[in-house]
């Protein structure tokens, strides 16, 4: 066959996959993000998170940093939070509830709750609630002539039943953990605060130097000299048809058996199927990206890449959560948050964590960057203009995270990201301020959940 024809017959097949590839993406995206809708949201499991911090922070005496970030009636706030959240029925959450009313004097409630956790629970939540309902039991604990019930896992609850029980609190809670409170407090109150307010100051010296024009000429923005439709078929094809359904049904029991055959715990085998599974669904987006042009991505690592990498992160910061804010405001109960989220605040193993960092952290920030601003945004750059590229590509960003609730300050996110991309000309750059903000979503979600 001559060359021409085969040059036309491979366009065609492009073209027929790119756009065959859209619509299976639309589809796949579009049930998504209905579908997370009804998704559990992690924001009410924060939230009482960080009041059960507030809660265990306020035992003892506190520096008065402490004392002004600690809620003043944090024991009504966390009550609230666990009665909404998705356990509250649960004998789990109908003893927390009912901890919290002893410390608040609503003794006929939190006994109402103890019955029903007493009804319906574990051996062990049925004794600790029978200790709670048994004033003798009380006293003979007292006295030293029962032994302690099985008391909750989390340390603040572990508190409140020392306090309903008539015991010591360093019989339940050991004073380094009442420390080690106060010190996870001031850690994501005031580092976050921090970076919201440097974020401010950078955000003001950059609209002074437009207003001055100033502001220094950005390098020209170069990527993979890609068609429009090679582009669709990599991001719609390579990542979501291949990447995110067909790859991991085919490698998920590969990957599985694999990780059987090492020998790690069972919370430390999800994390490593959670890398294991990511790196499968990277890729066939990256098999093309090398299989079409190569990685002509501008990547350019330098020092003062790495700082506007960290420039962009702080300016983003007050951005984005003004936008969350918003969303929070406006649609209260809207859930839809990453599942892994919850998986972190949760977390105990030490490997587990370590490996859902690595993903989170350096492979989730390099293949994403690579695709939306290394590939996405230069492209269609080229064809409509680089405010078009920034646009499109993190409104893409932000759909590939299928979340409705987080897809505007996603959005937000990708928008600063697009523009740390143009101002730098360097693709590093991204990939460090990426990788920065998952490192703080990570480090946040440890301090709460540790």
Not at 92 to 105: A, F, H, N, T, V
Not at 335 to 360: I, K, M
Not at 407 to 414: K, R
């Amino acid at each position: 066959m001559p060359v021409s024809h085969q040059h036309k017959s491979t366009a065609l097949a492009i073209t027929l996959l790119a756009w065959l590839s859209l619509v299976l993406a639309g589809l796949i995206w579009g049930f998504s993000l209905l579908d997370s809708l009804d998704r559990p949201g992690v924001g009410n499991a924060l939230e009482q998170r960080q009041l059960e911090l507030n809660l265990l922070a306020k035992q003892g005496t506190q520096l008065p940093i402490v004392q002004q970030l600690i809620e003043k009636n944090s024991e009504q706030l966390l009550l609230e939070a666990v009665q909404k959240s998705s356990d509250s029925s649960s004998p789990k959450g109908l003893l927390e509830q009912g901890l919290i009313e002893q410390r608040l004097g609503r003794k006929n409630a939190a006994r109402s709750h103890f019955q029903a956790a007493q009804n319906t629970g574990n051996p062990q939540q049925q004794s600790l609630a029978t200790a709670l309902l048994d004033q003798n039991a009380v006293v003979d604990l007292a006295n030293k002539k029962s032994p302690i019930p099985p008391l909750p896992e989390r340390p603040i609850y572990r508190l409140l039943s020392c306090e309903a029980l008539g015991l010591p609190s360093n019989l339940c809670v050991a004073p380094t953990v009442i420390n080690q409170a106060k010190t996870r407090l001031l850690l994501v109150s005031l580092l976050p605060l921090g970076g919201v307010i440097t974020g401010v100051l950078l955000l003001g010296r950059l609209l002074w130097q437009i207003w001055r024009n100033r502001l220094a000429q950005a390098p020209e923005l170069s990527g993979p000299q890609l068609t429009l439709l090679e582009t669709l078929f990599i991001v719609a094809g390579g990542f979501v048809v291949l990447g995110e359904v067909v790859v991991p049904l085919l490698a998920l029991p590969l990957v599985s058996k694999a990780i059987e055959l090492l020998p790690l715990e069972p919370a430390a085998r999800g994390g490593a199927l959670v890398m294991g599974l990511y790196s499968f669904t990277a890729a066939p987006a990256l098999l093309l990206i090398w299989g079409f042009k190569g990685f002509n991505l501008q990547w350019c690592p330098s020092w003062i890449a790495l700082s506007e990498g960290i420039k962009g992160l702080l300016m983003a910061l007050p951005l984005v959560a003004l936008v969350g804010w918003l969303v929070e405001k406006f649609w209260p109960q809207a859930g839809g948050s990453n599942p892994l989220l919850e998986q972190v605040l949760d977390g105990r193993n030490g490997t587990a964590l370590a490996l859902l960092a690595f993903t989170a952290v350096v492979l989730a920030p390099l293949f994403e960057e690579i695709l939306f601003r290394g590939v996405l945004m230069p492209v269609i750059g080229s064809y409509w203009g680089n405010f078009a590229g920034v646009a499109i590509s993190a409104l893409v960003f932000a759909l590939a995270h299928l979340s409705l609730s987080e897809a505007a300050p996603l959005t937000v996110l990708g928008l600063s990201l697009g523009w740390v991309r143009l101002r730098s000309g360097s693709l590093f750059s991204c990939v460090v301020m990426h990788g920065l903000w998952n490192s703080l979503t990570f480090f946040n979600l440890i301090m709460l959940g540790s």
